[in-house]
């Protein structure tokens, strides 16, 4: 439910500028809110945080008499000298006062005395109003109605938890909750920091604790876009997050001891597995697309935790919310009042008022946290950049929730960066994949390499067995002086048996994107192969359009072993076939391997071995995201998997979450429920007359092919 929905807006949302009409729009929206309640609803007091509804309307009166009306309106008659007395809140110069935990025990005065209570007030406020206005009168008048404006929220908070007691669940508001829409995933956005400006400015209404405006040091930081979720939040539950007391503050711990913390406030767990929450409008199923609301400091502090995170300072807050281009930042008012890791403290120069109300705020100034923004509850133009508010760590009554926050730890990922952009795409597609051309940074190609001496792996010692038959066939067809490109080299293994069977090649350009496995490989040929020009290409084999500049002007030979052309799907393949043509040229020869279609029994082990050394070769995509790309993927939580598609003809690898979790990338968060999977690669086994229609297809013609003995693989020989 939005501050829309409460049936009080069509009240607020006129627009005046008269003192007098502003006061009295105030003061009925709180009539207004008090409506739907019976006079029992208004009495009960559900715990000594709270107050009844009747309270809050007496006690926002008593603000105005007390304040205004004695000082200030000659010959005005106190309405029952008692009351002040009952509704004093804390006003220590006041007077002495009834008891907080004890106003549900007022039966007396009735609701109906209360209401005759502002009749008469609201009456002689109007006189006052209509009479001059000084300064003084002005602020004090600004002040009773902002007072009146937080105790309109804490009605709904007050009422919502009185009702949350109730086996019945009664509904503060007819319908039923809205679904939400999938909010998407979660982004960081980065912020410069510096010196900054916050508080209120001189001018206009603030509550005193919100100035003097004053500067102060940020660091660089990232606030992220929008609010945690219900469905983040359930993850964080299904993960043991109420159960780890490594992510919890030593008090937040005994708190979740002593209470039993197990969600959020007022949710419960549902007979189908799920949960419900109570709500203005009853109680509901807890829509995971809503933001969560009812945490205490400490569950937000441990929920930041667990997603390697922290919650931001108050000047984190502000100076993002005051950013230029802050329309980027969803959910900053009316959805949830978010925690920060400020205490709330006096800020440099901070003074109490004298007298009476400078006992507003000042004196609550130790043992409370911060919180920013706005909720649902939150009255009209109530909200506002600069506005704190406070409670206690392990309260959980009102409607607080969650904004991370985290240091600008990532200046090296910019945009655009194609290796960042890849993976949020892929992340971000259902279901999710992951480019496999990320398998190969060093500690890639040297596992790859590893895999390759497996004994259930039979693709690279038969592929070299066969190149090693074949290689002088190979070599007559490579004329003086080329230069051979080797896509995606890697280790360059296989490339020797080439290079030892054609000393007529002049030069030898790999390609690869990975910038370490290729000068790694191309140091070792510089020594073994002395007369040999080496000219490597950082790239990505499938995006290279032009030789590295050793090879032009030579006859071009391109090399492509290993079956990588299965990880391509069939239309990629032949669109890769074709830019290798457009690479090499006219009259070029180009040698690629390619698997053979076989029995799954044989398949499977080969990207599936016993020692593990495949699995971690597909989870050390996730460790080289961490470290390009400041990730917080946990490889031990995905579970690699191996599967025939017969359907496609092609094995699939795929990580699979093994709980809940929530991962980082760059600026992005992304979400895992058990049991999803990433895709990482699709290895395509074809059969002869398969791949040979793909190249013809592609403007190659098959000028020659050779397979092995079961397990069959094959190299074919294609000219331009």
């Known amino acids: 439910m939005t501050p ?29 809110l008090a409506a739907p309640l019976s006079p029992e609803d208004q009495l009960a007091q559900s715990m000594p945080d709270a107050s009844p509804t009747k309270w809050h309307r007496a006690h926002t009166t008593w603000f105005f008499e007390t304040f205004l009306l004695v000082p200030f309106l000659p010959d005005y008659t106190v309405y029952d000298p008692d009351f002040g007395y009952l509704f004093n809140s804390y006003y220590e110069a006041v007077g002495p006062r009834q008891p907080r935990p004890e106003r549900g025990l007022l039966t007396r005065p009735s609701c109906q005395t209360v209401g005759a209570y502002r009749a008469h007030v609201d009456a002689a406020m109007q006189r006052l109003l209509e009479g001059p206005m000084t300064p003084e009168i002005r602020e004090r008048v600004d002040l009773g109605l902002a007072h009146e404006e937080q105790h309109q929220e804490l009605i709904l908070m007050d009422i919502l938890h009185l009702f949350a007691q109730s086996p019945l669940s009664p509904a503060y508001q007819a319908g039923s909750v809205a679904p939400r829409p999938d909010p998407g995933p979660q982004r960081f956005h980065r912020f410069a920091g ?66 039993g913390w197990t969600a959020p406030s007022y949710w419960r767990p549902s007979e189908n597995g799920g949960w419900t929450t109570m ?30 995170r922290r919650l931001p300072t108050e000047a984190e807050w502000e100076a993002a919310a005051t950013a230029s281009g802050v329309s980027a930042l969803r959910q900053l008012y009316g959805a949830a009042w978010q925690w920060t890791a400020s205490a709330y403290a006096a800020y440099p120069g901070f003074k109490p008022g004298p007298g009476a109300l400078g006992e507003y705020n000042g004196k609550f100034m130790v043992n409370q946290m911060v919180l920013r923004g706005g909720c649902e509850a939150t009255p009209p133009d109530h909200s506002r950049p600069t506005y704190r508010n406070f409670f206690h760590p392990d309260r959980r009554w009102m409607f607080a929730g969650v904004r991370l926050a985290d240091d600008d730890r990532l200046a090296e990922v910019t945009a655009g960066d194609p290796f960042l952009d890849e993976v949020v795409a892929g992340l971000s597609a259902t279901p999710k994949t992951l480019p496999a051309k990320y398998f190969y940074d060093a500690e890639g190609s040297r596992l790859f390499e590893a895999i ?28 003086d002086g080329a230069a051979l490109l080797e896509f995606g080299s890697g280790a360059s293994t296989k490339t020797r048996i080439v290079l030892d069977a054609a000393p007529q090649i002049a030069v030898y350009a790999p390609i690869d994107i990975s910038p370490s496995a290729l000068e790694e490989a191309a140091s070792s040929l510089r020594v073994d192969y002395p007369a040999l020009s080496v000219a490597p290409l950082v790239e990505d084999f499938t995006k290279a359009l032009n030789a590295p500049e050793g090879a032009r002007g030579r006859p071009l030979v391109g090399f492509f072993p290993g079956s990588t052309i299965g990880n391509f799907a069939p239309a990629e393949a032949e669109a890769l076939l074709r830019q290798a043509r457009m690479l090499l040229g006219e009259g070029a020869l180009f040698i690629v391997g390619a698997d053979v279609a076989k029995d799954p029994e044989v398949l499977i082990p080969a990207y599936d071995d016993a020692q593990g050394v495949t699995a971690a070769f597909n989870r050390n995509v996730l460790t080289h995201i961490n470290r390009q790309l400041g990730g917080t993927f946990d490889p031990l939580a995905f579970k690699h998997k191996a599967v025939w598609n017969a359907e496609e003809s092609r094995i699939e690898m795929h990580l699979e979450s093994v709980r809940d979790q929530i991962v980082m990338v760059g600026d992005y968060g992304f979400r895992f429920a058990a049991g999803e999977t990433i895709h990482t690669e699709n290895s395509y086994k074809y059969r002869p007359e398969a791949f040979e229609t793909i190249a013809r297809r592609a403007g190659w013609t098959v000028d020659q092919r050779w397979i092995s003995p079961d397990p069959a693989f094959a190299v074919y020989a294609l000219t331009a």
């Not at 390759?452 to 070599?475: G, V």
Request: aromatic share 10%; proline share 6%; with cysteine.
């Open 452 to 479: 390759c001496e497996l004994p259930e792996y039979y693709l690279t010692r038969t592929e070299t067995a066969l190149l090693r038959q074949i290689a002088p066939e190979i070599a007559a067809r490579i004329p």
């Open 4 to 32: 829309d929905d409460l049936p009080a807006m069509n009240l607020a949302n006129t627009a005046v500028d008269a003192l007098t009409d502003r006061y009295q729009r105030v003061r009925g929206r709180t009539e207004t």
């Open 194 to 259: 510096g010196l900054v400006e916050i508080g209120a400015e001189e001018a206009g209404f603030a509550f005193d604790n919100e100035r003097p405006r004053h500067r102060t040091y940020v660091a660089p930081f990232r606030l992220a876009d929008r609010l945690v979720t219900n469905g983040e939040w359930i993850a964080f539950i299904e993960a043991g997050g109420y159960a780890r007391a490594d992510l919890w503050l030593s008090e937040g711990w005994a708190k979740v001891r002593e209470e």
């Open 279 to 308: 709500t203005l409008r009853g109680r509901h199923p807890v829509d995971p697309n809503a933001p969560v609301v009812h945490v205490s400091y400490y569950e937000a502090a441990a929920y930041a935790a667990w997603s390697g």
